[in-house]
């Protein structure tokens, strides 16, 4: 019998998701190169574990397989030759591989006639998803506008990522605790954005979970 299937795939994204989340607050805490280059390439095979989560055909997985692979390239020439372009594909490249998954998994948990644990555990997976989208798009912009946010010290973008991802996750539940705040115009537009897909993705998937309940007990 297969260790990944059917029902518990998700489960298996899930937890790869979470593990990205551990792994990149660790790195902030190593002192030593090696072990935070050995802490990349542990986000990259969790990336990999996250692909047995995404079932789609095999067209589209040899598509994702390869996205990884390049993401795994990048990682690699980015610790080999410190080129700033290698800094910006791995976010580009790992924003991509982001958003088809979202888009994978949205289309088997919204769209889905039954709803069992494993749907469950399908939307939150799709809920750290998209909050990862959001923490690399701030990233991105801090890469570009250092002071794009009050609370966020200028930085390495791999310095910058577990705090923008801590700011993501406050954002889209709507905590706002206020220790990081939009600065300039365009990161105040993207917050509002991710604000607002937080509660409307809440909404969406009630609905849609009761929805499927009701018409399996029909």
């Known amino acids: 019998m297969a260790i990944v299937h059917e029902k518990n795939h998700f489960i298996w994204l899930t937890i790869s ?32 574990l996250s692909l047995l989560g995404l ?12 996205l990884v692979g390049l993401i795994l390239t990048t990682v690699v020439a980015r610790n080999t030759t410190q080129m700033y372009y290698f800094e910006f594909s791995y ?26 644990l494993n749907i469950i555990v399908g939307s939150v997976a799709l809920y750290i998803i998209i909050g990862y989208i959001f923490s690399i798009f701030y990233t ?55 604000a607002v897909t937080g509660m409307f993705y809440l909404a969406a998937i009630v609905a849609s979970l009761i929805g499927s309940m009701k018409l399996e007990q029909k």
């Not at 079932?55 to 390869?66: D, H, P, Q, S, V």
């Not at 580009?92 to 998954?101: G, P, S, V």
């Not at 973008?157 to 923008?164: G, K, Q, V």
Request: aromatic share 12%.
């Open 91 to 116: 976010l580009t490249l790992l924003l991509l591989f982001m958003f088809i998954a979202a888009w994978l998994v949205g289309s088997q948990v919204l769209l889905t006639g039954k709803v069992d």
């Open 17 to 48: 998701m979470i593990g990205l989340m551990i792994t990149g607050a660790i790195t902030t805490e190593v002192p030593d190169n090696w072990t935070l280059e050995l802490l990349e390439f542990i986000s990259v095979a969790l990336l990999f």
């Open 140 to 194: 991105l912009l801090l890469e570009f506008r250092p002071m794009a946010f009050k609370g966020i010290e200028v930085a390495a973008w791999y310095d910058n990522l577990p705090t923008t991802t801590y700011f993501s996750f406050v954002t889209l539940t709507t905590l706002g605790y206020g220790d990081i705040s939009p600065a300039i115009p365009l990161a105040q537009v993207i917050v509002i954005l991710e």
């Open 55 to 66: 079932r789609t055909n095999r067209k589209f997985a040899k598509g994702l397989l390869i």
